[in-house]
Structure formats: C-alpha cells, structure tokens
C-alpha cells in the first residue's frame, strides 16, 4: 500500500472516526488507515486530520500545526511501521529501508513534559513540532519493534478488520484487537450460527 491510501469510495463520516484500540501509539498511527484488506482509505486526508490526531492520541497538548509536507512525512512514517510491524508478525525482519524511514523520524526531539499545577502537558518541541510530534510515534515503534514486546505483536482475527495490536493478556493468545469490538461481533456470529444448526433452518 502506497503512503497515500485510498479508497474508490468515499467513506462515511462515522469511518473516518480515529480509532485507538490497539494498545500502542505507534499501532493506533497505522490504524489512520481504514479496510487495509480491501482496498484502504486514509482518515487523515488533510493537515488538519493529523493536527487532530496527535491532539486525540495525546502527543501534544497543545494544538501542532502540520503542513502538506508535514503529512506526506507522516504517512510515509506510517507505512514504514505498517510494514515493519507485518514482517514481525510474519516472523520476518523489517527492510532496512522501511528502518531507515523510522530512525530518520525518530531524530527530531521528542514532546517535552512540562508541569502545571501538578498537571503534565505535552508540547512538541521546536522549531519543527510537526516532526517532533512525529518523533513521539517513531521513538514508540522503536520501542516496540526492537523489544520482546514484539512477539506480541497480533492482526486482528476477524476478515473484515485486520487492525494490528499488542496482545497484552497473559497467556498471549488474545485473537481479536478488542473484545467488546470484533471478538463480540465474532461471538454473537457463533450463537446465530448454533442457533440456526439448532432449529433445524
């Protein structure tokens, strides 16, 4: 999938909601894209898309202003840790390329803490607070792709989803990226199926 994903249809507006079920802020980035099994659209399809996910997904507290340039940097950055993150999955390493495209976001200087009547705020760093609010994704893909964290690394079971998470349970063998989502949808698939193998129909 190219840096630009999209989709031959418009999506509905309900779709192109931000999604953060996934468990890590570098897996939520890869989720701004929709259906990667089918053909894909992008939720962020503007500047602004990106300025209001960092703000939803806590990079910064303070609003980031992102330019044309500066999404064309991020969605290539996504697609890097889309690929990488599959490889792993896959049990094969990430291209040098896709890593190349990952440590060279990672560079810029990260968000900065700041303390506030006992509350913590995040600012992106300057002078390029785009590229800091993206170094805060690569830094955490880094974190997650190099790290025995990794092995926990999961797609998403159901055929109509694909989201990629971090199985955080304890025995490891979590199928679906969030119980209440696609693991409900698969469990009430199954009580219809028993009850119609039940009635006969």
């Known amino acids: 999938m190219s840096s630009r994903a999209t989709h031959q249809d418009e999506p509905p507006p309900e779709e192109l909601r931000f999604i953060f079920r996934s468990g890590r802020l570098c897996l939520a980035f890869c989720a701004t894209v929709g259906e990667r099994w089918r053909h894909g659209f992008d939720r962020l ?69 700041r303390m506030n009547r006992g509350v913590m705020t995040l600012t992106a760093a300057g002078p390029d ?12 893909a880094i974190a997650l792709l190099t790290t025995e964290d990794a092995r926990r690394l999961r797609e998403c079971a159901s055929p109509e989803c694909g989201l990629l998470f971090l199985d955080a349970s304890r025995p490891g063998q979590r199928r679906w990226c969030s119980s209440g989502a696609c693991g409900g949808k698969a469990r009430a698939a199954t009580y219809r199926q028993r009850r119609a193998r039940g009635s006969g129909t």
């Not at 330019?67 to 990488?84: G, M, N, P």
């Not at 607070?129 to 955490?140: E, H, N, T, Y």
């Open 45 to 113: 399809l503007a500047p602004g898309d990106l300025a209001r996910w960092y703000a939803e997904a806590r990079v910064a507290d303070i609003p980031v202003p992102v330019t044309s340039a500066d999404l064309d940097s991020a969605r290539e950055a996504r697609e890097a840790v889309y690929r990488a993150a599959k490889a792993l999955i896959d049990g094969q390493p990430p291209t040098a390329g896709d890593e190349h495209v990952i440590n060279r976001a990672a560079a810029a200087p990260q968000p900065v803490p």
């Open 129 to 140: 607070q785009p590229a800091s609010a993206l170094s805060a994704v690569a830094r955490d």
